[in-house]
């Protein structure tokens, strides 16, 4: 098992920038596949950008694609995500993920409010 802490998150206009971090406990971090997922209100919960374990590989949704970039430091245990050109429909708390041989672990979010 893996705890995860989300920081970064806070109150941006459409249009501006911000980046969360995500660090994370214990020494095997290295193989985990790191995640992002966010919730809007009354939405459930969806996903938002992957990272493989040695950075080399990146998914993100058609949502946010050329937008946001994840990015992680396994020196320092942490995953990142930079968000760029922020829209309102970006609002939500995110969370980071942490899976590996099947199983999942989370963070227990940010919220990203962007107003209009």
């Known amino acids: 098992q893996v705890q995860l802490v989300e920081s970064g998150g806070g109150l941006v206009q459409a249009g501006g920038s911000l980046r969360l971090s995500c660090t994370a406990s214990?020494?095997?971090?290295?193989?985990?596949?790191m995640g992002w997922f966010r919730q809007a209100p009354g939405n459930e919960r969806e996903f938002v950008a992957a990272i493989g374990w040695n950075g080399g590989s990146t998914y993100y949704s058609d949502s946010v694609k050329g937008r946001f970039i994840i990015s992680r430091d396994n020196a320092k245990n942490t995953v990142y995500l930079q968000m760029n050109s922020l829209k309102p429909e970006d609002t939500g708390v995110y969370y980071c993920?942490?899976?590996?041989?099947?199983?999942?672990?989370w963070g227990k979010g940010t919220l990203v409010t962007v107003s209009s």
């Open positions: 993920n942490a899976r590996a041989l099947g199983r999942d672990d």
């Open positions: 214990g020494r095997t971090f290295s193989r985990y596949v």
